[in-house]
């Protein structure tokens, strides 16, 4: 079938939006329609190249939409069904078996490699490929095909249109939290850079029951935010605030748990001093 996607021709290139000609789904897949995605960091690093996949390519790994169609073998979907797209996992691989799919040791290859796990390609024009697959979907487009395995059922009361980010930002903050630190009521909590990650993961913070939680940024108006989401303190790093020292007069004597989003690594140091970031990538920052 014929779809308009967005398409990544060179390196740190603009994306032009073209017709593409997209497979028929296999007996496990599902063809979805794209109601929204959301656009992440990595959608530009990939584009930009960090990860080797060729171009041309499609990229977008945040789809919220509505099934189209499905292959015969696919029983936990119908046509119609409201759908979130999330990351690939091979169910193979030792870490799979474990129910440990989130550490899939074949995921950087599902991932990035721009194909299906099989080498073939999704998207092509005019008879040339073009690369695709991202996390086995390539949202940045009307249609989008993608692994039962990899799709998560919603209610169709939900806002589609907000809800791509929980494939990435959503799951990654508060997976963070609910599954990896598992703070009990009462712990103290911070967290590093309020963008979608840290705002997740403050919210699962907040659903945990910690106390304090310090939502720390140097963007204002994302620390209002993370006060109406659940932050009992902010702080303001955009000067030579001792973080560190404010942390301690909320709580006395530091956190139990901590989470780091900006990746910016002066602020894993103990008196970091501000970090020297060009605007352009300030303003992809998480």
């Given amino acids: 079938m014929q779809i308009v996607a967005a398409v990544a021709r060179e390196r740190a290139g603009s994306f032009s939006i073209e017709k593409l000609d997209l497979a028929d789904p296999r007996p496990d897949e599902l063809l979805v329609r794209i109601v929204a995605s959301g656009m992440c960091q990595t959608d530009l690093h990939g584009r930009d190249g960090y990860y080797n996949t060729p171009l041309p390519a499609v990229f977008g790994h945040e789809g919220a939409g509505i099934v189209a169609a499905v292959g015969r073998s696919v029983t936990n979907f119908a ?135 310090i939502a720390v940024d140097i963007h204002e108006k994302r620390l209002v935010l993370a006060r109406e989401l659940g932050a009992t303190h902010v702080i303001n790093h955009t000067g030579r605030t001792d973080v560190v020292a404010e942390i301690r007069k909320i709580t006395g004597d530091g956190v139990r748990f901590s989470l780091e989003t900006s990746a910016q690594p002066a602020v894993l140091r103990r008196r970091p001093q501000r970090a020297t970031v060009p605007p352009e990538h300030q303003r992809l920052r998480i």
């Fill in 79 to 213: 046509v119609g069904d409201h759908v979130v797209l999330s990351f690939p996992w091979c169910s193979t691989c030792a870490n799979c078996k474990r129910q440990m799919e989130f550490h899939c040791q074949n995921n950087f290859e599902l991932k990035m490699r721009g194909t299906r796990p099989d080498g073939s390609t999704l998207m092509s024009q005019g008879g040339a490929p073009v690369y695709g697959a991202f996390f086995q979907q390539s949202s940045f487009a009307t249609y989008a095909i993608a692994n039962e395995r990899f799709a998560v059922k919603i209610r169709k009361d939900a806002p589609l249109e907000l809800l791509g980010p929980f494939a990435c930002s959503g799951q990654t903050g508060a997976g963070a939290v609910l599954n990896a630190m598992q703070p009990r009521a009462g712990d103290a909590f911070a967290v590093f850079g309020v963008g979608a990650v840290g705002l997740s993961a403050l919210m699962a913070a907040r659903i945990a029951g910690c106390d304090p939680i």
